[in-house]
């Protein structure tokens, strides 16, 4: 190695590791990362209720669709959205789709069921003594948890963590499909 090459090499090396930490993205203040993953955790809390229900349902034959319920409760949602500082809109579609992956998560158990041939549950949860309240608990903090995605929406690199503790945080038993359908509005209002 000629004289004049070890300073060279490691000018190059600096600079390599100094790109290197230049290329890492940006990642949100830990508060806001916080609020994130409060946010997944709730989702993921109301996705839990999805195979109650569907038990329930499975059981008593009832449609997995209830379109005049959902409408009620968005409803309801878009009243308390407001008074909360929520877009109505945001919260009627996020709700809207909290609605449709838990259908989703139903559809495929009462499928599976129907193919193995399942008889109804020895001791099914009951809807409105059980499951319900669950979901009455969960919405108003889901509304509180809108609140603070609203703020984050702009923050640099939250989009990123959504999308990667989305994962991690949220356990659909399927193929991801109820975990994309329930962010897919913050996915949508989020900046990458």
């Known amino acids: 190695m000629t004289p004049g090459a070890l300073p060279l090499l490691l000018t190059l090396l600096m600079a390599l590791l100094l790109a290197g930490c230049q290329m890492q993205p940006p990642e949100p203040p830990d508060e806001d990362k916080a609020a994130i993953d409060r946010m997944l955790v709730l989702i993921d809390e109301r996705l839990d209720v999805a195979p109650l229900v569907a038990q329930s349902k499975w059981n008593s034959g009832e449609p ?39 259908k989703q998560v139903q559809r495929r158990l009462h499928h599976q069921w129907l193919q193995e041939g399942r008889s109804t ?30 703020r984050i929406a702009e923050v640099e690199g939250a989009g990123r963590y959504l999308e990667q503790r989305a994962v991690e945080l949220i356990q659909d038993d399927f193929d991801g499909e109820p975990r994309d359908v329930a962010i897919a509005p913050l996915r949508e209002r989020f900046a990458p």
């Open 121 to 150: 549950f020895a001791d099914p949860p009951d809807l409105a003594e059980e499951v319900r309240p669950v979901l009455d608990r969960l919405t108003p903090q889901l509304i509180e948890a809108l609140a603070d995605m609203q």
């Open 64 to 102: 997995i669709e209830a379109p005049e319920r959902e409408a009620q409760i968005l409803d309801q949602v878009a009243e308390d959205a407001e008074a909360a500082g929520v877009d109505d809109a945001f919260a009627r579609r996020f709700f809207d789709k909290q609605f449709e992956a838990s």
